[in-house]
Nanobody, 115 residues
Framework: QVHLVESGGGLVQAGGSLRLSCAASGSIFSFNVMGWYRQAPGKQRELVATITSRGSTNYADSVKGRFTISRDNNKNTVLLQMNSLKPEDTAVYYC?????????WGQGTQVTVSS
């Protein structure tokens, strides 16, 4: 079992920046994929960005060029730097861990972007 704890959400004006952090603990496989998903009210949860333990990244088209995902394997943390935020980025952001056919989710952190 892997436990994920997120931090860094909040309220920001359009054009501003926020950084989300997720710390993983527990039985962590050396090769894994960590990432961020988000869910806006009335919408399905969607992928934002993922990064493998080897550093390969994947981004949703809607955030390319604005968001950057990174990780520190020694600390089992993953960061999401969000720049040029838009009101449509408003959602609950969830950290995700996937390895060996198992997935874990964080509790979610609210990001609200005002226009």
């Amino acid at each position: 079992q892997v436990h994920l704890v997120e931090s860094g959400g909040g309220l920001v004006q359009a054009g501003g920046s926020l950084r989300l952090s997720c710390a993983a603990s527990g039985s962590i496989f050396s090769f894994n994929v960590m990432g961020w998903y988000r869910q806006a009210p009335g919408k399905q949860r969607e992928l934002v960005a993922t990064i493998t333990s080897r550093g390969s990244t994947n981004y949703a088209d809607s955030v390319k060029g604005r968001f950057t995902i990174s990780r520190d394997n020694n600390k089992n943390t993953v960061l999401l730097q969000m720049n040029s935020l838009k009101p449509e980025d408003t959602a609950v952001y969830y950290c995700n861990y996937f390895a060996a056919s198992r997935t874990s989710w964080g509790q979610g952190t609210q990001v609200t972007v005002s226009s």
